[in-house]
């Protein structure tokens, strides 16, 4: 079945610590995209992807990197500098059209404790 | 600013009686329009959208969408809601010329027996 897969559902860190969620997905979509999910607060853009070996950031990039070094992975790296990482975050991907119809498949996220 | 509100943050309604949840764009275009709805600690999972055409939608799980021009409005509406649609609700736009995706904050939707 075509899908987004993030691993690990659940993932706890100590404070200071780097750490590296997961994102791969098979539908052969070019674009991806990190959000971060907080209560209340919907869903905010981190980074995003168009295209292997581009990236771009977005409206909270700051305390995240990223690489897109193959099609079907976007892995999201969460430093040390991010003040509050505590959050569940949501991969997703799309076909990009640049008309708008960016219609996005979610992967089931991966929720982030730092300790 | 360009934004997307949905002016309910929670909404209660009784098993069986019918739903609508508000949604509301500020764009000069008409934007590309979705909503999507999230289960507890699941990804999104697409109703329904709007490009062009007719303006009332159909999507999945018995819910429809309006959408009015004149209101910059883009209102979910279901007809008789079941438990399990308890759940939070997200509308979303897209514009021309933009690669990404700007959603509300949401609408948690709590289902009474």
């Known amino acids: 079945d075509g899908g987004i897969t993030q691993s690990p559902k659940y993932l706890f860190r100590k404070e200071g610590q780097n750490v590296t969620l997961s994102c791969e997905q098979n539908?052969?979509?070019?674009?991806m995209y990190w959000y971060r999910q907080d209560p209340g607060q919907g869903l905010r853009l981190i980074y995003y992807?168009?295209?292997?070996?581009?990236?771009q950031k977005g409206d909270i990039a700051e305390g995240y990197s990223v690489s897109r070094e193959k099609k079907e992975s976007f892995p999201l790296t969460v430093t040390s500098a991010q003040k509050n990482p505590t959050a569940f975050y949501l991969c997703?991907?799309?076909?990009?059209?640049?008309?708008?119809?960016?219609?996005?498949?979610f992967g089931p996220g991966t929720r982030l404790t730092v300790l | 600013a360009q934004s997307v509100t949905q002016p309910d943050i929670h909404i209660t309604v009784s098993e069986g009686a019918s739903l609508e949840l508000r949604c509301n764009y500020s764009?000069?275009?008409?934007?590309?329009l979705f909503w999507y709805v999230q289960s507890p600690g699941q990804g999104l999972q697409l109703l329904l959208k709007?490009?062009?055409?007719?303006?009332l939608v159909q999507g999945i799980k018995g819910f429809e969408a309006e959408f009015k021009r004149s209101q910059s409005s883009f209102n979910l509406r279901k007809p008789s809601v079941h438990w399990s649609d308890a759940a939070e609700y997200f509308c979303?736009?897209?514009?021309?010329?933009?690669?990404?995706?700007?959603f509300g904050k949401g609408t948690m939707l709590l289902v009474s027996p």
């Open positions: 764009y000069g275009a008409t934007p590309y």
């Open positions: 539908l052969n979509h070019d674009a």
């Open positions: 979303a736009v897209g514009l021309p010329g933009y690669s990404t995706l700007t």
């Open positions: 997703a991907s799309s076909i990009p059209r640049g008309g708008g119809d960016n219609e996005q498949f």
């Open positions: 709007y490009f062009s055409g007719d303006t």
């Open positions: 992807s168009q295209i292997v070996n581009d990236f």
